[in-house]
């Protein structure tokens, strides 16, 4: 049997049982729908359902391998683009481990160069070292440090919509996309027509794109040679996250990382030698005028630093397009037979995907697989393997086939 | 609310425009009232004061209630029917600098009944952030609907305090921004459809005036895309993205859209854009066709597009280098502007 009707009859299987769980969006008649389904390269577009029985048999027949609905609004969503009447969107971001620098990457990560088969870790280079080729088969594996340096980042952003843009914890749905990564919506009349442009700046406030520190209190003599104050940790917004980025980067601070910032050499001497004194320095004015030397130009630098750990990393297209589809809550991923999860804001923290999001609770199959690093699903740890045949839990199994690290054995 | 008459003649767009408009039509219908005169005079030298100054300023007038007050609404369908955009835009801004300048003198709780006439969702506040003192809490909604235009670094909402979702301004700085409400909300009435037929009398007047300052600046058009194609001109950013595509690197969609739009809008023919792609792995001929057809406005809704503004591009991580251009807002007026360097050199 080959691996995608394998999948297939799991996921029909699953939403005969399970249609049900499916959430719909609200005011699901003006909301488009798409669909992946397993035939290839079959994209459903531009479907439209007036109540949630309707959606939820209709994915019962088709069995899509993967399920969206439009985060904008329309007077008529089955029309073509430029038909449809746009009425305003919900406010959606995107958080992938894709876009975080994760050190695992390098580990589990790997690609396969589609001409000859050559294969490599990490992300994939330009050419083939082997035949210049540059078609490469990627496959990104959806580990555990991934997962939480991703969730580290909706925290961030969560912090960002509730303590700057002021949304009230109703306003914002928390959900587990299903594969690497966390989705936040909010909800609100207030902001469902802001357009593209708007949109855009909420995207550079979260990421610190275009942040001037001397709005932020950051204070110098006229000439710049000198600071005369700054902003301090217990302050509200980026003033706040300025302080204690900055704060955090000093705690830790090594000669190499002052040299990144290509500091001269007597300065980042004075900055490693007085750290004590710098660190104490925050229970009062902050560490801002104690250096001599370091003028405006070089706290910008180390701010710099502070608005890279304090920014949350979100995909910026996402939240600047107003017809963006979605995935739809407790919906199968397709690259991973894992649900869509939506989670309560506040318990962010303790959730845990790979228990959570697990759709395939009964059954084993078995299957050969051709390599896999270790993972985890509940609370069983399996792998590592390599070319061998072994048998699973479904939900092990349905995982690595999805991710086609493996082949279904008759 | 309550407005008094000064308030009005200081701030006419608030006053309830169609009864305002309803009662100078039935005026303009009898010209022969001498009253009206001056009223019209008035009018027109509110829209001769927009375009002779620059930056364009209406003047206020003091103790002319009866004046000031009615003027207004014929300024406005004389602009108006004058047709030109140049007029319109000028008096538009022209009117909203005259509120600017007399909100700055006024006491915080008058600026506030004015945003609130707008429908801000705004507070007056007495808080000290840092060092400094902030006058009102805006609705970031609000804040950003108005903003909109502005490109100045500190308007740009990561550079504002914004606490709870409200942003805390000056008294300066609201007034910034109801310049640019009070500027759209006259643009709009200007772009409103006249059906009045107007005395002759008055559409002299608006003849002379677009005889004497709308005649050039309407025939400005786009600058032609110059013939020949400099690569040394090119801006950072479709330097970037075009070695990316010729290697055959992965290219974000908003990428391919910058670099097809920017070759297009210089003058590149679909042939050549389409070979540029031919190293990409997955390359489509006929695909990336249409695409590049698509943007050229060949096909679909028919809209030829341009390359996004350098201020998205930075947003999406695509400009590699936010000093490399100085002062250019967009990455075609960057290769213009290259463009000149280099010819002279």
């Not at chain 1, 399970?18 to 488009?32: C, L």
């Not at chain 1, 050419?127 to 925290?155: D, H, M, T, V």
């Not at chain 2, 707008?118 to 902030?134: A, M, S, T």
């Not at chain 2, 854009?273 to 060949?298: C, K, M, P």
Request: overall charge positive; charged content about 30%; aromatic content about 10%.
């Amino acid at each position: 049997m080959n691996n995608t009707l394998f999948i297939h009859d799991r996921f029909a299987e699953f939403y005969k049982e399970n249609a049900s769980i499916i959430k719909p969006p609200s005011k699901i008649s003006q909301r488009e729908f798409g669909f992946f389904t397993f035939k290839k390269d079959i994209v459903i577009r531009h479907k439209g359902f007036l109540n949630v029985k309707d959606l939820r048999n209709y994915v019962k027949q088709i069995i899509p391998s993967h399920a969206y609905y439009s985060a904008a609004y329309y007077e008529t969503p089955e029309e073509s683009m430029e038909k449809k009447g746009w009425l305003g969107a919900d406010l959606y971001f995107d958080i992938d481990a894709d876009h975080i620098p994760t050190k695992c990457r390098k580990i589990h990560d790997t690609w396969k160069c589609k001409k000859c088969g050559f294969q490599g870790r990490g992300i994939a280079p330009a050419e083939c070292p082997i035949c210049s080729g540059r078609g490469f088969e990627e496959r990104k594996w959806p580990c555990e440090i991934c997962l939480e340096s991703a969730k580290y980042e909706a925290i961030k952003l969560l912090d960002f919509l509730i303590d700057d843009f002021g949304f009230s914890h109703h306003e914002i749905q928390v959900s587990f996309s299903g594969h690497r990564g966390y989705h936040i919506q909010v909800e609100s009349e207030k902001i469902r027509e802001l357009d593209s442009s708007a949109r855009k700046e909420i995207v550079d406030y979260i990421t610190g794109t275009g942040l001037n520190p001397i709005y932020h209190g950051l204070q110098g003599t006229p000439r710049g040679r000198h600071v005369t104050s700054g902003p301090h940790m217990d302050e509200p917004g980026w003033r706040g996250r300025i302080a204690r980025g900055t704060h955090e980067f000093l705690l830790s601070i090594r000669k190499e990382d002052l040299e990144d910032l290509s500091l001269k050499k007597k300065l980042i001497d004075e900055i490693i030698s007085r750290r004590e004194e710098i660190l104490r320095s925050w229970e009062k004015e902050g560490p801002w005028s104690l250096i001599r030397g370091a003028g405006v130009e070089t706290w910008k630098k180390i701010i710099g630093k502070a608005i890279e750990s304090q920014s949350a990393i979100i995909d910026t297209v996402v939240t600047t397009d107003i017809h963006r589809l979605i995935r739809l809550p407790y919906t199968l991923h397709g690259k991973t037979g894992w649900l869509k999860t939506p989670i309560p804001a506040e318990k962010i923290e303790e959730f845990d995907p790979l228990s959570s999001a697990i759709a395939f609770k009964r059954g084993e199959a078995t299957i050969y697989v051709e390599e896999a690093p270790e993972f985890r699903i509940g609370e069983e740890t399996f792998g590592p393997y390599k070319n061998i045949k072994v048998e699973l839990p479904l939900a092990a199994a349905i995982f690595l086939l999805c991710k086609d690290a493996a082949k279904v054995v008759d | 609310m309550t407005l008094t008459r000064e308030d009005i003649a200081k701030y006419p767009f608030l006053a309830d425009a169609a009864e305002e408009v309803r009662r100078v039509n039935l005026e303009i219908q009898s010209l022969d009232n001498p009253e009206l005169e001056s009223i019209i005079k008035r009018a027109a030298n509110r829209i001769r004061e927009a375009l002779e100054n620059n930056p364009p300023r209406v003047s206020y007038r003091k103790r002319q209630e009866d004046i000031e007050i009615p003027s207004f609404p014929v300024a406005i369908i004389m602009a108006a029917s004058s047709g030109s955009n140049y007029i319109k835009r000028r008096y538009a801004l022209g009117e909203a600098i005259r509120a600017y300048n007399l909100l700055i003198e006024e006491e915080r709780e008058k600026i506030l009944e004015v945003a609130k006439a707008f429908n801000w969702r705004i507070r007056q506040v007495k808080d000290i952030i840092g060092n400094r003192r902030f006058d009102f809490a805006l609705s970031f909604i609000d804040y950003l609907r108005n903003t909109k235009p502005f490109h100045e670094e500190r308007f740009k909402l990561v550079n504002k305090p914004l606490i709870k979702g409200d942003v805390y301004l000056t008294k300066r700085e609201a007034a910034r921004l109801l310049q640019e409400e009070v500027r759209k909300r006259i643009e709009d009435k200007l772009n409103m459809e006249i059906r009045l037929k107007l005395p002759d009398r008055l559409l002299n007047q608006i003849e002379n005036l677009k005889r004497k300052y709308a005649g050039y600046k309407e025939k400005r058009i786009l600058e032609e895309a110059p013939k020949e194609m400099i690569y040394e001109a090119f801006p950072p950013c479709i330097r970037q993205l075009l070695s990316a595509a010729k290697s055959g690197q992965h290219i974000s969609h908003l990428g391919r859209f910058t670099l097809t739009s920017f070759l297009l809008n210089i003058g590149m023919k679909i042939q050549d854009i389409v070979d540029i792609f031919r190293s990409s792995s997955d390359f489509n001929e006929r695909l990336t066709r249409y695409q590049i057809e698509h943007i050229a406005g060949s096909r679909g809704s028919g809209t030829k597009y341009i390359p996004p503004s350098c201020e998205t591009l930075k947003t999406h991580g695509l400009c590699p280098d936010f000093e490399a251009c100085g002062n250019v807002k967009h990455p075609l007026a960057s290769y213009r502007r290259r463009m000149r360097t280099f010819k002279k050199e």
